[in-house]
């Protein structure tokens, strides 16, 4: 079975962003980047998948600016086999990457898809379901256990009152939570091997698709600051400022 | 023409996050109808129809709504949607689940997690963990939106209730089937309910900790109980205990932040609460920079003086 790993680049997670000063955005020039933490969970699990002989290739998708190839590398590193890149200078919304990645995977023909449950930059929380919309397959998302068996998947989710357990026909479609695994260190040769392989990039335009964006971002601001707090000394006067604040 | 709002419930209760997904629903300044899609779910239905502002309460009742899995509730969504220009629900898990699946189908790219409508086709949410706010524009013609609750207030129960009405469901072969659920059961309030939340990080050290030095003092507060992710990963507390950029959205009266740093994606999860309370032994934490009140100490002297002072 072939495995289908969409992935997306995003600020890295340990960078603090910084709304830029003219409220276009957030400031990505000379901002450390990096594979979407949730995506590298979705690599990750595609790999375990093939070293337990349930999967036979992983295909990574990344849809975004020349410079996101990087992470189709970072892909590689860890362990895909195969990747398509397509290249856009746009603003890309869920809803047109999930239109690409459908066109993508009619050609493809994988038999699972796993996709991050989020991106860390937009935090839409779109994009794997709508694929399944669009695709007409069956889908789990915010998954913290993934099994295959032959043309079954078992997946348990996290959802707002604890975990739901649910069982998917293949082809499908899951988004990867936190819990799911921990991702592996890519090793030096390996990232070494990275380096040469070959990437295959189209345009959103090769798929037919527009990419025009749906939403127009009137402004990005900073949200509102709090005012500064104070050290408290003891107990006992936490305990009265915190009457005296009214919320005791 | 009209607001359709899916609501977010067990067939027996509607959860708060529909009643302040229905204040943000009213904002958009047409009637709105409730969805409740379940299997013996009319007692949800009941409690919709109380809720201030309702017009309406569309039942679907079939047993293949129930858990509300994402492929039959969509294609339900999607064929009620003709006749609302707007389409909203909670982001809960179930709403985040099911909308984004309606909203491909329907052609429409989703404004998801919004804080603020400013007007019917505008609204913001936060990015990059609550680090920017975003005001967009919508050009679809249908609007879909899920909603942050911590964002909007919970609508009340009004004096009449709004009529019920039935709709027909096909059921359709989706590919999906409920296997079981693990459901936490606590008595404690929920957390993105509660007026005070509790939380607790890596410092608990272990779950046995974590229950010994937060429960008591969460039940003296009546308080709900949070989690960072790493008190969740290590195993300290439940999945559904974890607030942040990837967990819960809270924004309690107060918020008692214990042996946890305040990454920006903790601080994603709880920086609207209108109080915030710092128990850390390190001063510099990010945490200590945004509390309104901070305790530096060894939270295990901390935890049992605190007790005694609040009697
Ligand atoms: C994609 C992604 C998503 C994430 N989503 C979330 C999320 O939704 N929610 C979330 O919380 N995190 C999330 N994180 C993780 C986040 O980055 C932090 O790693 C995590 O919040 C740290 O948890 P902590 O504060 O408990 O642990 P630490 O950062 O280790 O902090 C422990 C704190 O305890 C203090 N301490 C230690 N001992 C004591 C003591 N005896 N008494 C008092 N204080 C003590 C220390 O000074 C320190 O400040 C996410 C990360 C990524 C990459």
Redesign the interface.
């Known amino acids: 079975m072939k495995v289908l790993v969409p992935i997306k680049q995003v ?1 890295d ?1 340990n960078v ?4 830029k000063a003219d409220g276009t ?2 400031d990505l020039a000379n901002v450390k980047l990096s594979i979407n933490p ?1 995506c590298e969970i979705a690599v990750e699990e595609a790999i375990r998948l093939k070293e337990k002989g349930k999967a036979s290739e992983i295909v990574v998708v990344s849809i975004g600016p020349a410079k996101a190839q990087e992470i189709i590398r970072s892909a590689y590193a860890l362990g895909a086999d195969r990747g398509l890149f397509v290249e856009t200078e746009e603003r890309v ?3 047109a990457v ?1 239109k690409v990645l459908q066109a993508i995977i009619a050609a493809e023909q994988p038999g699972l898809v796993i996709l991050g ?2 991106a ?15 695709l007409g ?6 998954a ?1 256990k993934l099994e295959v068996d032959g043309d079954r998947a ?1 997946v348990t ?13 293949l082809p ?1 479609i899951v988004t990867t ?3 799911l695994n921990n991702p592996r260190y890519p090793t030096l040769p390996n990232i070494m091997k990275a380096k040469k392989k070959a990437i295959d990039v189209k345009k959103p335009e090769d798929f037919g698709i527009d990419i025009t ?11 509102p600051a ?2 500064p ?4 000394a ?3 006067e ?2 009265k ?2 009457k005296a ?1 009214g ?2 | 023409m009209t607001t359709l709002l899916l609501a977010d419930h ?1 067939n027996a209760t509607l959860g708060s996050a529909t009643a302040r997904a229905l204040s943000a629903a009213r904002e958009l300044g047409a009637d709105v109808h409730v969805l409740i899609a379940g299997s013996n779910a009319k007692p949800a239905a009941e409690a919709a129809a109380k809720l201030e502002g309702v017009a309406k309460v569309l039942l679907a009742d079939d047993p293949s709504l129930d ?1 509300q ?3 039959p509730a ?1 294609a339900l969504v999607v064929a009620l949607a003709k006749d609302y220009d707007a389409i909203v629900a909670p982001a ?3 709403g ?10 329907l ?7 919004i804080i603020k409508v400013v007007a019917p086709n ?1 609204f913001e949410r ?15 013609t249908k609007k879909v939106i899920t909603v942050r609750g911590a964002a909007f207030p919970a609508a009340k129960e009004g004096t009449a209730a709004a009529p019920i009405e039935t709709v027909a469901v096909t059921p359709a072969e ?11 059961k606590s008595d404690r309030p929920e957390l ?1 309910a509660a007026r ?1 939340v509790v939380s607790g990080g890596r410092a608990l050290g272990s779950s046995e900790k974590f229950n010994e030095v937060l429960l008591p003092l969460a039940d003296k ?1 009546h308080a709900a109980v949070g989690a960072s ?1 790493a008190a ?2 290590a195993g300290y507390a ?3 205990f974890q607030v942040g ?2 967990g ?1 959205i809270v924004a309690p ?2 918020y008692i932040a214990i042996g946890l740093s305040g990454a ?2 903790h601080l994603a999860g709880m ?1 609207d609460s ?4 710092a128990i850390n032994k390190d ?1 510099d934490a990010p945490i200590v920079q ?7 100490g060894d939270l295990f002297t ?1 935890i049992p ?2 007790d ?3 009697g």
């Open positions: 600020i997670a603090r962003p910084r709304v955005g957030v949730f919304e869920p809803l999930a449950k989020q860390i930059d937009d935090d839409s929380n779109q994009t794997g379901q709508m694929l399944a919309g669009l397959w069956p889908q789990a998302t915010f913290s078992t989710r996290e959802v707002d009152g604890g975990l739901e357990t649910l069982a998917l026909t499908a939570d936190l819990r964006p749906r939403l127009k971002v009137l402004k990005v601001s900073e949200p709090r005012k707090g104070i050290k408290v003891s107990a006992e936490l305990v400022d915190l604040a919320v005791l | 067990d858990h899995r994402a492929e969509a809960t898990s179930s985040k689940n099911i909308l984004p699946r309606a909203a491909a189908l052609d429409v790219m989703q404004i998801s997690d505008t936060p990015i990059y963990a609550g680090n920017a706010i975003e005001t967009v524009e919508s050009t679809d989706s590919g999906s089937a409920f296997v079981s659920e693990s459901l936490s993105t005070i507060l992710r969740v990963d439940p999945n559904d950029q990837t819960k009266e107060l920006i994606q920086k209108k109080v915030i309370v001063e945004i509390a309104d009140y901070s305790l530096i901390i003086e605190l005694k002072a609040l």
